[in-house]
């Protein structure tokens, strides 16, 4: 089973970027998958859900307006389209798998850096 | 929103001993909460879901307990490969983590 996330990089403060996660080694179109980030020294931080068919997106408050959740079960791949960014969203991005319908995060990439800075 | 809340943030202990982390929950989870190993440049790991039910893989030495809004982790015997920094996450409403406590070497 793997996560592989990509699409991270240097962007200026109210610019976008769109990471995406590939995914092998199960069956993707069968599990919700997430989006969790983790700024340098810091916690980790629930960002993003999307339900299997991709019909239900969810979205933590700080994110909620700026960054669009999707995925391409046909693709095998997940989708952080983000935009509006500000230098307190510079973190590693971690797609990870939900077990179950809102459960535990059961497999994890390896993350994507991505910085906010002019 | 649930906000959650571990302790200590930091702890300091040797080879051997038996730890213990709590995690503390706004309101009540029932038991629907994980813990995560994490060490540094690396992705977390999932050591237990459900309050107490250990994932595939994880040595024995890890437990998990509680519910309501209080739970913790327990190791047994503190491995060398064990000093990293654990993370609980409520799942009962979305999700959230708490803010993670080190284990380092005394």
């Known amino acids: 089973m793997q996560l592989l996330e990509s699409g991270g990089g240097l962007v200026q403060p109210g610019g976008s970027l769109r990471l995406s996660c590939a995914a092998s080694?199960?069956?993707?179109?069968?599990?919700?998958m997430s989006w969790v980030r983790q700024a340098p020294g810091k916690g980790l931080e629930w960002v993003s859900a999307?339900?299997?068919?991709?019909?239900?997106?969810y979205y933590a408050d700080s994110v909620k307006g700026r960054f669009t959740i999707s995925r391409d079960n046909s693709k095998n791949t997940l989708y952080l389209q983000m935009s509006s960014l500000r230098a307190e969203d510079t973190a590693v991005y971690y797609c990870?798998?939900?077990?179950?319908?809102?459960?535990?995060?059961?497999?994890w990439g390896q993350g994507t850096l991505v910085t906010v800075s002019s | 929103d649930i906000q959650m809340t571990q302790s200590p943030s930091t702890l300091s202990a040797s080879v051997g001993d038996r730890v213990t982390i709590t995690c503390r929950a706004s309101?009540?989870?029932?038991?629907?909460l994980a813990w995560y190993q994490q060490k540094p440049g690396k992705a977390p790991n999932l050591l237990i879901y459900?309050?107490?039910s250990l994932e595939s893989g994880v040595p024995s030495r890890f437990s998990g307990s509680g519910s309501g809004t209080e739970f913790t982790l327990t190791i047994s015997s503190l491995q060398p490969d064990d000093f990293a920094t654990y993370y609980c996450?409520?799942?009962?409403?979305?999700?959230?983590f708490g803010q993670g406590t080190k284990v380092e070497i005394k």
């Open positions: 990870a798998k939900i077990y179950s319908v809102s459960s535990q995060f059961d497999y």
């Open positions: 080694g199960f069956t993707f179109s069968s599990y919700a």
């Open positions: 999307i339900s299997v068919s991709g019909g239900g997106t």
């Open positions: 309101q009540s989870i029932s038991s629907w």
């Open positions: 459900k309050a107490s």
């Open positions: 996450q409520q799942y009962k409403s979305y999700w959230t």
